[in-house]
C-alpha cells in the first residue's frame, strides 16, 4: 500500500515464516493462526513494565493461583445479570456485609441495616457516593433550580472527584495544601461550608503521600457547625486505599460508621483489598441515605432486576476474588500481609534517612506508603532519580504537590504485598548507587568486555 508506515504492520519471528507482515492497525483479511496472534501480543507486552516492581501503583500486581483460577472461571459471568447467576450475586451480597461490618455500619434493624454495591473500581464507587450526596441536597426544603451545589475537599483528592464535580455540575471547593499540611485541613474546609454544600470529602490514605485526614476531627467540626448554622453535612470517606488498612492496622481509629456524621464510604477492592483490578465497593450508613433516583428495576435479562451503578455489564470475576480473599485470609491474614508492607515501608524511611541525602515526608505510618524528596534545596531533580531508577526496572514516580505547594516535589513509593525486605534492600542499594552517580563519586562505565 502507498505510504505505507512500518509501524503499521507486526512481523511474527516464530515458525510460520511464510507470514511476513501482520497489519497492526486495521484487520487482517483472514484469519490467523491463534499461536502465532499469542506470540505476537505476548512479545509486544515485554516491553511493559514489570507490574511487581512498580512502586507507583496502589493496584495490586499478585494473586495465589486459586484466586486466578476462580477468576477464570468466571470471567463469562456478568454480575449485572443477577437472574441467570444467582450464586454470583449472593456472594456480592456477602461481600458487602462483610465490608459494612469491618466499617461498622449499623445493622440493628433491617430497615436500617448498611446497604451498598460492588462497582468498576473506586472511582464509580466514588462516582455513585457523590451523586447520593447532591440528590439528597437536591431534596431539600428551599432547594431552587437556580442554587448550585458544592463539595468541600482537599486539593489533594484524586481525580476521580474533580471528574465528578465536571461531570455532575458541581462546585469543587477545594482546601489548599498549605506549609507541612499536606491534605484537608478542618477548620479550613468548615469555612467553605454553606447551605448549598452537599458534603465533605475526607480521605483515608492520600495519594499524594499516604497519610489520613482527620476525619473524627472533621465530624466534630461539623457537628459544631450544624449547631450553630443547623446545616446538617453529611461526610464521604474516601477510602479507596485506606478502607482495607484502617480496620487490621489502626483499628483503634474512628473514621468509619462509628462517626454519626459519616453518610457513606467508597474503597478499592483491587488496592489493598488485595484483588487484580477491577472491583470497588460503595456501602451508605442505611437505606435512607440512598435516594430513589439511584436505583432502578429491569427485567429484560430474564427475571426482575435491581440495577445500581453507573456502569452496567461487568464480569463477575473479581468479585468472587474478593469474597476468595475474605474466606482464605480473614482478619488475621490481612492485618499480617499488611502489617509486613507497613514494616518494609517504616524499615526504607529509615534508610533513607540515614543517607542524609532525604527529607522523608511520610514514613507508611497510615498506609504503607512513604514520600520523600531532597533535602537539600536543589540538589538534583527528583524527576531525575525517578527516571535513574528505571535503570534496573523500579518504576518510583517523582509528582509535584497541588496548588500552594505546587513547590514541593517528591518521590512515592507504595509497598504492596510481595514487596519482600530483599526487594526492599535491593531499592536502597540502587538508591545509594544513584547517590553516588549524582555525586559524582560513582566509578563510570570504562568499556570493553572483562575476561
Not at 194 to 216: F, H
Request: aromatic fraction near 10%.
Amino acid at each position: 500500500m502507498k505510504g505505507r508506515h512500518p509501524d503499521d504492520e507486526l512481523t511474527p519471528v516464530y515458525a510460520r515464516r511464510q507470514l511476513t507482515n501482520v497489519p497492526a492497525h486495521r484487520l487482517p483479511e483472514s484469519e490467523l493462526d491463534a499461536r502465532l496472534v499469542y506470540d505476537l501480543i505476548h512479545d509486544e507486552l515485554m516491553l511493559d513494565g514489570n507490574s511487581r516492581m512498580n512502586l507507583a501503583t496502589f493496584v495490586t500486581t499478585w494473586m495465589e493461583p486459586e484466586a486466578a483460577q476462580l477468576m477464570a472461571d468466571t470471567f463469562d459471568k456478568n454480575m449485572v445479570d443477577r437472574d441467570e447467576y444467582p450464586q454470583t450475586a449472593e456472594i456480592e451480597r456477602r461481600c458487602l456485609e462483610i465490608v459494612a461490618d469491618l466499617w461498622h455500619a449499623p445493622t440493628s434493624t433491617t430497615s436500617e441495616a448498611a446497604v451498598g454495591t460492588s462497582t468498576v473500581g473506586s472511582s464509580e464507587a466514588a462516582m455513585l457516593g457523590g451523586m447520593a450526596m447532591k440528590f439528597r441536597w437536591r431534596a431539600r426544603d428551599g432547594v431552587s433550580l437556580t442554587d448550585r451545589p458544592n463539595l468541600v475537599m482537599g486539593a489533594n483528592v484524586q481525580v476521580c472527584w474533580e471528574k465528578f464535580c465536571r461531570y455532575w455540575e458541581v462546585e469543587p471547593r477545594f482546601v489548599p495544601v498549605e506549609g507541612d499540611r499536606l491534605h484537608l485541613g478542618v477548620e479550613e474546609a468548615v469555612a467553605l461550608c454553606d447551605e448549598n454544600t452537599i458534603g465533605v470529602i475526607g480521605i483515608l490514605g492520600s495519594t499524594y503521600d499516604g497519610s489520613y485526614e482527620p476525619i473524627e476531627a472533621l465530624a466534630a467540626a461539623l457537628d459544631a457547625h450544624e449547631a450553630r448554622t443547623g446545616l446538617d453535612i453529611p461526610i464521604h470517606v474516601d477510602a479507596a486505599s485506606g478502607g482495607f488498612v484502617a480496620p487490621f492496622l489502626q483499628p483503634e481509629l474512628r473514621w468509619d460508621f462509628v462517626l454519626p456524621r459519616v453518610a457513606s464510604i467508597n474503597a478499592s477492592g483491587h488496592k489493598f483489598g488485595l484483588v487484580y483490578p477491577g472491583v470497588g465497593w460503595v456501602v451508605w450508613r442505611d437505606r435512607a441515605q440512598l435516594p430513589d433516583d439511584l436505583v432502578f428495576s429491569t427485567n429484560y435479562l430474564g427475571g426482575p432486576e435491581t440495577t445500581l451503578g453507573i456502569n452496567f455489564s461487568r464480569p463477575g470475576s473479581q468479585v468472587v476474588a474478593q469474597y476468595y480473599n475474605f474466606l482464605r485470609l480473614g482478619r488475621e491474614g490481612y492485618r499480617t500481609i499488611h502489617q509486613a508492607s507497613q514494616d518494609v515501608a517504616v524499615w526504607i524511611a529509615d534508610r533513607l534517612d540515614e543517607t542524609g541525602a532525604f527529607h522523608v515526608l511520610t514514613r507508611g505510618t497510615d498506609l504503607p506508603v512513604l514520600a520523600y524528596r531532597f533535602a537539600d534545596a536543589d540538589p538534583t531533580s527528583e524527576f531525575d532519580l525517578s527516571e535513574r531508577y528505571r535503570d534496573r526496572g523500579w518504576q518510583v514516580p517523582a509528582y509535584t504537590f497541588p496548588d500552594n505547594r505546587a513547590d514541593l516535589t517528591a518521590l512515592r513509593i507504595v509497598c504492596r504485598e510481595g514487596f519482600s525486605h530483599d526487594l526492599a534492600t535491593s531499592l536502597v542499594r540502587d538508591t545509594e548507587r544513584h547517590l553516588a552517580y549524582f555525586s559524582g563519586s560513582a566509578p563510570r562505565p570504562s568499556g570493553g568486555f572483562r575476561h
